[in-house]
């Protein structure tokens, strides 16, 4: 009989039941109304937030294939370079990269890289060249680490060279020639004064050279041993002391300790002081700041007979350890001058020893980089737009 009244029960209609339970109590409905009304909020609570991650989540898996109709081409560039940059500091962090091509006493040779000196028969090549054919540079090839400006450049250097690292900046492109003084040349050079000053905080000792600089001899024994900071120069007036010659930022030797780390902080931030000039200008200017000394840093002048380049060339084949395109405007014109630079050296090379002392045979250079075609000026309103320096 259970079985049987309890078959009728579910056989009734909601409606006759609903009927029934108000006719006999209206307490329980008033009752079950409140558990009803319960229910739906409890329902309605979890199930928003559910559609709402359920939404998000399809909008997510949907986004790749989306983009392109949504979004701007130059945010998809820049996403672009957000992941080589991440793919890139994966693959060859500095300190990894540092560390294994350090000398024992924790030097480093570094240059910059950028799109434009990249390409093939362009001015890394010419440079590479330089070490393998000068006086016991090659083995100073496994010491050499290349900063690499954008993408294609480290693409570049990891075919051809071991130690690359890459080094890019949020919202600055420096793949293409920076003329000299313009708005991306100077950028570029205060980034590479910010990141010379990481290297030193690293602990690491430097040559930094631009890669228009041509290595025919190794250059540590023409260093001085007492110095924090020396440099090369565009001109050269006979005393390495003498704060009066005048500077090029495209060679040299820094070893890191409190005074060349604290120097080079002043160097970066007086950029602010002097808005609009490049490094190698600042540097002219700050130099005979009392900060300097306060610091207690040495610095001193490299010669250019040893460290020659376009502006004053090295004399002597016998002495010179490095020459650069310097005091020249244009890639076109720069190429030109330093295969003809290369010759030269060949040349010398392949004369026997006693005539490479005998010899008086000097550069066939400047021709394009011609001293009497430059436009000299070390103010920023001048605009040079023969090419990059």
Not at 182 to 209: A, C, H, Q, V
Not at 219 to 246: K, M
Not at 284 to 302: Q, S, V, W, Y
Request: hydrophobic share 40%; net charge neutral.
């Amino acid at each position: 009989m259970r079985r049987t009244v309890t078959g009728r029960v579910r056989r009734r209609s909601p409606i006759t039941t609903m009927i029934n339970t108000v006719g006999n109590n209206t307490e329980s409905m008033s009752d079950i109304s409140r558990r009803i009304l319960t229910f739906l909020l409890f329902f309605a609570a979890v199930a928003f937030p559910c559609v709402v991650i359920y939404q998000a989540a399809a909008s997510y898996q949907l986004l790749p294939q989306s983009l392109p109709m949504l979004i701007d081409p130059s945010t998809f560039n820049a996403n672009v370079t957000n992941n080589f940059a991440s793919l890139a500091t994966e693959e060859a962090s500095l300190e990894r990269v540092l560390k294994e091509a350090a000398m024992d006493d924790g030097t480093v040779i570094l240059t910059t890289l950028n799109e434009a000196w990249a390409a093939p028969d362009s001015i890394f090549d010419l440079f590479l060249e330089s070490f393998r054919i000068g006086d016991h540079t090659r083995r100073l090839l496994n010491h050499l680490v290349i900063i690499a400006l954008d993408g294609k450049a480290y693409t570049r250097c990891l075919a051809v060279h071991t130690h690359c690292f890459a080094l890019t900046t949020e919202g600055l492109d420096f793949s293409k020639e920076a003329y000299f003084m313009t708005p991306d040349y100077l950028k570029m050079m205060w980034r590479r004064i910010d990141f010379l000053r990481s290297i030193l905080e690293m602990g690491y000792n430097f040559i930094f050279t631009d890669t228009d600089i041509m290595w025919f001899r190794d250059p540590f024994p023409r260093f001085y041993s007492d110095a924090d900071f020396q440099i090369a120069c565009d001109n050269f007036w006979g005393n390495s002391y003498d704060l009066n010659n005048r500077p090029n930022g495209g060679f040299n030797y820094v070893k890191s300790n409190n005074r060349t780390i604290e120097f080079y902080k002043f160097w970066y931030s007086s950029r602010e002081t002097h808005p609009g000039y490049h490094d190698q200008d600042v540097l002219n200017m700050i130099k005979h700041d009392p900060h300097i000394a306060e610091i207690g840093l040495t610095m001193r002048f490299l010669n250019t007979a040893y460290f020659g380049g376009l502006c004053e060339p090295s004399k002597n084949l016998n002495q010179v350890c490095t020459m650069h395109a310097n005091c020249c405007y244009g890639l076109d014109s720069k190429l030109h001058d330093l295969r003809i630079m290369l010759e030269d050296w060949r040349k010398y090379m392949s004369l026997p020893i006693l005539f490479k002392k005998l010899s008086f045979s000097s550069w066939r250079v400047p021709q394009k980089c011609s001293l009497a075609s430059l436009r000299h000026s070390s103010s920023p309103k001048d605009v040079h737009n023969e090419g990059a320096k």
